[in-house]
């Protein structure tokens, strides 16, 4: 990779070579399929097509949160996408997602299958189609939607900026993982002053905004995410630490966490789920 301190940026950019790091066989500037991949259909009204990154994470956590909650309409199979695989570039999945980002939902419940795509979307089409974990008063529900699409503005910064430049790059140079680790540090630090006077994002209400929040920002202080935490101080965000905590006591959230798991402890590891029985049989450390 050239010195980035003599890089000149060209008057054009052409994609003539790989840009290096941990997805660089999967990076491309065109979107659209690569390949011909039908998608697996399920049993259970809703099919995901996710994996278990953070964002995949979200959904999975709302979908056992709503199964534990007595909404049975919530069953769902979790059909396993490899990004690093490409699988994201499939057919089917485009057509599902033309963004060919995980995860991808499809409601079969209707007449007409209804594809959903992006995690935001996806959490609150599902807090609204079940009505739960979003509060249904206008204030309470501003609240909850004022921390989702935080989530969804902010953690790029911390994914595809702090993430990919301190844990991902080929090279590691000073100027990005400055600027990113100042940006993360900062949004914990938003988090952290906000949470010292609200038991959870919206309030005294576990809402799909905590839901969403949580597998980024309480990934980085319990140290799941980039093994940052030593890096990142997050013994300085003791709000943040006491949220995360709480929010990861709740047994749904646990069993989220585990569907389409690729990574960790191979009991944690549930490939993909289509009954809640998975959890005790077809983990990695049991099949």
Known sequence: MPNSRHYV?????????????????????????????????GKHPLQLYSLGTPNGIKVTILLEELLAVGCHGAEYDAWLINIRDGDQFG????????????PALV????????????????????????????????AGRTETLNWLFWQMGSAPYVGGGFGHFYAYAPE????????????????????NRHLASHEYLAGDQYTIADIAV?????????????????????????????????????????????????TGDASEQLRERHDASDFDTKTQGKV
């Open 172 to 191: 590691k140079f000073e100027y990005p993982i400055d600027r990113f680790t100042m940006e993360a540090k900062r949004q914990l630090d938003v988090l």
């Open 9 to 41: 940026p060209p008057k054009i950019w052409t994609w003539d070579q790989p840009s290096g790091g941990a997805f660089a066989n999967i990076n491309r500037p065109i979107a659209g399929s690569t390949h011909e991949k039908v998608l697996p259909v």
């Open 91 to 102: 057919s089917g999945f485009v057509e599902v997602n033309p963004n060919s980002k995980i």
């Open 107 to 138: 409601d079969r419940s209707s007449p007409v299958p209804l594809r959903v795509f992006e995690s935001g979307a996806i959490l609150l089409y599902l807090a609204d189609k079940f009505k739960a974990f979003i509060p249904r008063d206008i």
């Open 214 to 262: 949580f597998p980024w920002y309480g990934g980085l202080v319990k140290g799941w995410l980039y093994s940052a935490a030593e890096f990142l101080a997050v013994h300085e965000y003791s709000h943040v630490q006491r949220w995360a905590e709480h929010v990861y006591s709740r047994p749904a959230v646990k069993r989220g966490r585990m569907v389409n798991r690729m």
